[in-house]
C-alpha cells in the first residue's frame, strides 16, 4: 500500500506542446502530493505539490490534477521548453509520517 | 538563506569499507532526513532525524545509521559496504513546525562501492 506508480517511464515532447505525467497510488491515507524535478547530477527539486482537498493547483506553466476517487494525479507542463527537458518524480505522504514516497520518475525531453 | 549542501560531492570505497556522509540542513530547518537513489529510479527513504534522534526509518538494515547535531546538520554512516550500496544519498531538510512533509533536497553524495 506504499507504492506509488508514474508512467510513462519516458517522454518526448515538442517544443511548445504539453507534456503530461501520470502517477497512482494506492495508500487511501496519503494527504500530500509532491512532485519534484531532477537535473542530471543534481539533487530533486520541489516543483509543486497539491493535498487532496482541491482538484486542481496551478503554477505557472506547471498543473497539478488530482482525482481523488480514481487515486490518480498528473503534472501538465504547458508550453513546454528544452529547458524543461530533465526527471520528474511524483511523491506521496501522510501527515505524520516522516517519509516520502517518491515513483519511478519519468525522463522528459523537450525537442527544439 | 542557504540551502542543503552536502559532502563529499563524490565518494569511491571498497566493498567492506566503512563511509560517512555529510548534510547541512537548510538555514532555519531543524529535521533532517535521508533517501537512497539508486540509478535509474527514484528516492528510497532510509530515515529521518529531529531533535537528534531518529525519528522514523525505512526498509534499510542496522549497518546503515546516523546522527543530528545541535546546529541539526547530519551525518549518515554505511558499515560494512556491498556493491548494492552504489547509489546517490540525498538528504533532504524541513521544518517540524512548517508546511507538513515539505522536503528539500541537497544535490547528494554520489557513492561507487567497488
Known amino acids: 500500500q506504499q507504492q506509488v506508480k508514474q508512467s510513462p517511464q519516458s517522454l518526448i515532447v515538442q517544443k511548445g506542446g504539453i507534456s503530461i505525467i501520470n502517477c497512482a497510488y494506492e495508500?487511501?491515507?496519503?494527504?500530500?502530493f509532491p512532485w519534484y524535478q531532477q537535473f542530471p547530477g543534481k539533487g530533486p527539486a520541489l516543483l509543486i505539490a497539491i493535498r487532496p482537498d482541491v482538484s486542481e493547483k496551478k503554477e505557472g506553466r506547471f498543473t497539478i490534477s488530482f482525482n481523488k476517487s480514481a487515486k490518480q494525479f498528473s503534472l501538465h507542463i504547458m508550453d513546454s521548453q528544452p529547458g524543461d527537458s530533465a526527471t520528474y518524480f511524483c511523491?506521496?505522504?501522510?501527515?505524520?509520517?516522516?517519509?516520502?514516497?517518491f515513483g519511478q520518475g519519468t525522463r522528459l525531453t523537450i525537442n527544439p | 538563506e542557504t540551502g542543503v549542501t552536502q559532502s563529499p560531492t563524490h565518494l569511491i570505497k571498497t566493498r567492506g569499507q566503512q563511509v560517512t556522509l555529510r548534510c547541512s540542513s537548510q538555514s532555519g530547518h531543524n529535521t533532517v532526513s535521508w533517501y537512497q537513489q539508486a540509478l535509474g529510479q527514484g528516492p528510497q527513504f532510509i530515515f529521518q532525524?529531529?531533535?537528534?534522534?531518529?525519528?522514523g526509518r525505512g526498509n534499510f538494515p542496522p549497518r546503515f545509521s546516523g546522527l543530528q547535531f545541535p546546529n541539526y546538520s547530519s551525518e549518515l554512516n554505511v558499515n560494512a559496504l556491498e556493491l548494492d550500496d552504489s547509489a546517490l544519498y540525498l538528504c533532504?531538510?524541513?521544518?517540524?513546525?512548517?508546511?507538513?512533509?515539505?522536503?528539500?533536497f541537497g544535490p547528494g553524495t554520489r557513492l561507487t562501492v567497488l
Open positions: 511523491a506521496a505522504s501522510r501527515q505524520g509520517a516522516q517519509k516520502l514516497v
Open positions: 495508500n487511501t491515507a496519503f494527504d500530500y
Open positions: 532525524y529531529y531533535r537528534e534522534e531518529e525519528n
Open positions: 533532504a531538510s524541513s521544518l517540524a513546525s512548517g508546511v507538513p512533509n515539505e522536503q528539500f
